[in-house]
């Protein structure tokens, strides 16, 4: 029996953060986004249980683990496992998530081609439809990263902008579907990008006050 489909108002979506300098409603955005990744960060008490196991796993004397920079690079090293480990249970949730829809593709039957790239990506960010800047941004983003994995370097920003307004249209559904899927696979990644340096952000910042 088909699992059935979700509704649209049980589908959670995932935005990238915004930067202090946009509107009021990006702010907002940010500090939500902030504090839902503090809220999934692993307690004191978690991450030194990492450290032990991995400075016992590197034969590092106990009397060695008096010196601050050794224990600092261990608990960095630490959260950096931890939040690898994060991003890997979240993917394949996500993949499992799509895995298990039972996908309608009639609303696809009277789409009007070509697709422009606005219209692209308002298909793909529909929280962002309204919003030209911010899907002018990520698009320029997704050119970005488009460019680097095309030329094994990182692209100028007069790169970006020639690649983001020479952004050819989707003639058909084919095409427009797997467009749709490489967007998707690096979206995903954007995001967690943003949520793992907020979170060591974070980290940073209590570690300083704590020094303080």
Do not use: C
């Not at 979506?13 to 809220?39: G, I, Q, R, W, Y």
């Not at 422009?116 to 899907?135: I, Q």
């Not at 967690?192 to 910042?205: H, I, V, W, Y």
Request: cysteine-free; overall charge negative.
């Amino acid at each position: 029996m088909k699992k059935p489909k979700p509704k649209k108002s049980e589908v959670r979506t995932v935005e990238p953060f915004e930067s202090l300098e946009e509107t009021k409603e990006s702010e907002d955005f940010l500090d939500a986004e902030n504090k839902k990744a503090n809220a999934e960060l692993p307690t004191p008490a978690q991450l030194a249980m990492i450290a032990a196991t991995l400075a016992r796993n590197a034969n590092i004397k106990p009397e060695a683990l008096a010196v601050e920079a050794i224990t600092d690079a261990l608990s960095e090293f630490a959260m950096n496992l931890w939040l690898s480990a994060r991003k890997q249970i979240l993917t394949a949730a996500y993949d499992m998530e799509v895995y298990n829809q039972d996908y309608d593709f009639e609303h696809y039957i009277e789409r009007d081609f070509p697709i422009k790239r606005d219209d692209f990506l308002r298909l793909n960010l529909p929280n962002y439809k309204n919003r030209t800047a911010d899907l002018a941004r990520i698009g320029k983003d997704y050119m970005r990263g488009v460019l680097h994995k095309r030329d094994k370097k990182e692209p100028t920003p007069e790169e970006v902008a020639d690649a983001y307004g020479g952004w050819k249209d989707y003639e058909n559904e084919d095409q427009l579907q797997i467009a749709m899927t490489h967007f998707d696979l690096w979206y995903r990644d954007y995001v967690e990008d943003a949520r793992r340096a907020a979170g060591l952000k974070s980290a940073a910042e209590k570690k300083l006050k704590k020094k303080l």
